[in-house]
Nanobody
Framework: QVQLVESGGGLVQAGGSLRLSCAAS????????ISWFRQAPGLEREFVAA????????NYADSVKGRFTISRDNAKNTVYLQMNSLKPEDTAVYYC?????????????????WGQGTQVTVAS
């Protein structure tokens, strides 16, 4: 069993930065790849970024490539999402999710565990 808790969301001006954290409970954290998804009101949940179990592989949505960086610290059971050059269209609730796959899918189906989400609002 893995429990995920996101933090670090908030209100930021366009062009600003935020760092989200996804803290996990449980000893098996390093067996899971972790992904970030986001969901804006009225829209489908969309893939943002993924990182493999050891952090050796990552994947990003085209919309965030070059602006967001995903990383993990298995000693701290935490995954981070550094978000720079934020845009109003990045406004959403951000969720982290754990997958037993080597690298999480861009599809939200098939993840084993989800966090409760953290709100990110980017003002223009």
């Amino acid at each position: 069993q893995v429990q995920l808790v996101e933090s670090g969301g908030g209100l930021v001006q366009a062009g600003g930065s935020l760092r989200l954290s996804c803290a996990a409970s449980g000893r098996m954290f390093s067996m899971y790849s972790i992904s970030w998804f986001r969901q804006a009101p009225g829209l489908e949940r969309e893939f943002v970024a993924a990182i493999s179990r050891t952090g050796g592989s990552t994947n990003y949505a085209d919309s965030v490539k070059g602006r967001f960086t995903i990383s993990r610290d298995n000693a701290k059971n935490t995954v981070y999402l550094q978000m720079n050059s934020l845009k109003p269209e990045d406004t959403a609730v951000y969720y982290c999710a754990a997958s037993i796959r080597y690298l999480g899918s861009t599809n939200s189906v098939g993840y084993n565990y989800w966090g409760q989400g953290t709100q990110v609002t980017v003002a223009s």
